[in-house]
Nanobody, 125 residues
Framework: QVQLVESGGGLVQAGGSRRLACAAS????????VGWFRQAPGKEREFVAS????????NVADSVKGRFTISRDNAKNTVYLQMNSLKPEDSAVYYC??????????????????WGQGTQVTVSS
């Protein structure tokens, strides 16, 4: 079992930046890939970005490419999502998820085994 806790959400003005963190605990020594997803009210949960265990492979959704960056610090068991040039349409609950299949950076929700509780990001215009 891997437990995930997101932090860093809040209210930010359009054009601003925010860094989310996903802290993992539990059986982390076996390695895991991490994905960030988001869900706005009335919408499906959508993929944002992912990273494999080594950090050598990342995947970023077209809607945030060039604005969001994913990275990880395995010594701290933490994955970060740096969000720049935020837009009102980025407002959502952001979730991180961990996959036992640690070799790749997956975009599909079905690849992930563990999920955090989410953190709200609200971008004001």
């Amino acid at each position: 079992q891997v437990q995930l806790v997101e932090s860093g959400g809040g209210l930010v003005q359009a054009g601003g930046s925010r860094r989310l963190a996903c802290a993992a605990s539990g059986r982390t020594s076996s390695g895991y890939a991490v994905g960030w997803f988001r869900q706005a009210p009335g919408k499906e949960r959508e993929f944002v970005a992912s990273i494999n265990w080594s950090g050598g492979s990342t995947n970023v959704a077209d809607s945030v490419k060039g604005r969001f960056t994913i990275s990880r610090d395995n010594a701290k068991n933490t994955v970060y999502l740096q969000m720049n040039s935020l837009k009102p349409e980025d407002s959502a609950v952001y979730y991180c998820a961990a996959s036992r299949f640690y070799g790749n950076a997956y975009a599909s929700r079905e690849r992930y085994d563990y999920w955090g509780q989410g953190t709200q990001v609200t971008v004001s215009s």
